[in-house]
Every structure is written in C-alpha cells, then in structure tokens.
C-alpha cells in the first residue's frame, strides 16, 4: 500500500466574539492528502486581543511569518 502525498496549508483568521468581548486571532494547519480530504489539523497560533488594532497587527505578523497569503 502506498502512502498518500500530502500538503501543508494555513488557514488564519481574525474575529471578533461579543461574549468574550474580545478580539481573536488563531493560526490553524491542515494536513490536505492528494484526494483533497483533510488529513490532520492543529491549531499552531492563538491570542486575545482587546482592540481591532492590535489583533490586525498580530494577523499581519502571522501571515507574513506563515506565508498564507501567496
């Protein structure tokens, strides 16, 4: 049996949650297998911000040491 190629992919977000009055931003890595299924999943980054500023500052850092967005 042979063993499936995978990939490696990012998936980064910023949101804000009225309950915990807050905003987020989380870096999550997906292992995609060659048929497009996700394989594995782990969530790398997360932090708590409390302004819009300071979270989008994090998410600009991020993407940037993550090269999610090509």
């Keep these: 049996m042979s063993k499936q190629k995978t990939k ?11 309950e915990g009055d807050g905003f987020y931003v989380d ?10 299924d996700i394989g594995a ?8 911000f409390d302004s819009y500023k300071e979270a989008l500052e994090k998410y600009y850092e991020l993407d940037k040491q993550y090269g999610v967005t090509p």
């Design 41 to 48: 999943t782990e969530y790398v980054e997360g932090f708590t």
């Design 27 to 36: 870096m999550r890595e997906d292992e995609i297998m060659e048929d497009g």
């Design 8 to 18: 490696i992919e990012y998936e980064l977000t910023l949101r804000f949650e009225d």
